[in-house]
């Protein structure tokens, strides 16, 4: 009886509100145990990040150590990894519960899309983070390269672990900006011509992000990343071509213009 009074199914606000809560404490709980696990390994992960540092103080016979520099400092840097841990360990769970609270939202042609961007995205933020750990030790080892001679370098465990968490975040979020260009061209937002138009305030965004990812001034070090972003910009604008392409040979063959093409295909996925 309910359904036949509520055909499409639609949710009050009430009703929103309530699925946004269970959405929001299952993805709490899946972060919360991925934290856990994260307090569990903390010391091998901490192993790996302070590693370039370990083996540029070795080959250079420098005196370089990390430390803590409070009582606390051990404890805090133990919680706050453990925390971005859980949140990286607990993505799958909480980007699903995500998913499926705006999913009911779009139409069928926004989710099919929404679902090839996280398949793309995910491996691009991979790249992003794989190349950011492989340039991690050049950085390092150039940034303690200007400490003077005969002179330590003590570096304070809670910043260097917050900067090559940064430095890998900042590398895999700009892999994954030109997925984000190419969603919003699929979905009617950007065409490839305002993409092209644009490349010059392209390259030199990428610049900045670079300059940013990169916190060496090594110009080589920039090129390392802003290539590959460049590269991946002007892949994007190649396939919103591509798509922009089909779809006005499409609308053509049917005599509608490309919004109006939009618009038929937004009504039948409605």
């Given at each position: 009886m309910a359904r036949k009074k509520?055909?499409?199914?639609?949710?009050?606000?009430?009703?929103?509100?309530?699925?946004?809560r269970n959405r929001l404490f299952w993805s709490a709980l899946f972060i919360m145990a991925g934290a856990v696990v994260g307090w569990m390994i903390f010391d091998q992960v901490f192993d790996l990040l302070q590693a370039p540092v370990v083996r540029y103080a070795a080959e250079n016979h420098s005196n370089t150590t990390i430390n803590f520099g409070s009582v606390t400092g051990a404890f805090d840097l133990r919680m706050q990894t453990s925390i971005f841990l859980g949140v990286l360990l607990g993505s799958p769970f909480w980007l699903y519960n995500l998913w499926a609270f705006i999913t009911p939202g779009l139409k069928k042609k926004e989710r099919r899309y929404t679902i090839t961007f996280l398949g793309t995205a995910v491996p691009l933020f991979v790249a992003g983070c794989w190349l950011a750990w492989v340039s991690l030790p050049y950085f390092i080892a150039s940034l303690i390269s200007f400490t003077p001679s005969g002179a330590a370098n003590v570096i304070n465990a809670n910043?260097?672990?917050?900067?090559?968490?940064?430095?890998?975040?900042?590398?895999?979020?700009?892999?994954?900006?030109?997925?984000?260009?190419?969603?919003?061209?699929?979905i009617g937002i950007l065409s490839a011509a305002s993409i092209l138009k644009s490349w010059r305030l392209a390259v030199f965004i990428s610049a900045i992000i670079a300059a940013l990812a990169t916190p060496v001034s090594d110009p080589m070090s920039m090129l390392l990343v802003m290539i590959p972003m460049t590269v991946l910009y002007f892949l994007s604008a190649g396939i919103a071509s591509i798509h922009d392409k089909r779809a006005a040979k499409r609308a053509k063959a049917l005599g509608l213009d490309f919004d109006e093409l939009n618009n038929l295909a937004d009504e039948s996925d409605s």
């Open positions: 509520n055909p499409e199914k639609r949710m009050g606000l009430g009703g929103h509100l309530r699925e946004l910043e260097y672990v917050l900067f090559t968490i940064r430095v890998l975040l900042v590398f895999g979020i700009a892999f994954v900006l030109p997925a984000v260009l190419v969603l919003l061209n699929f």
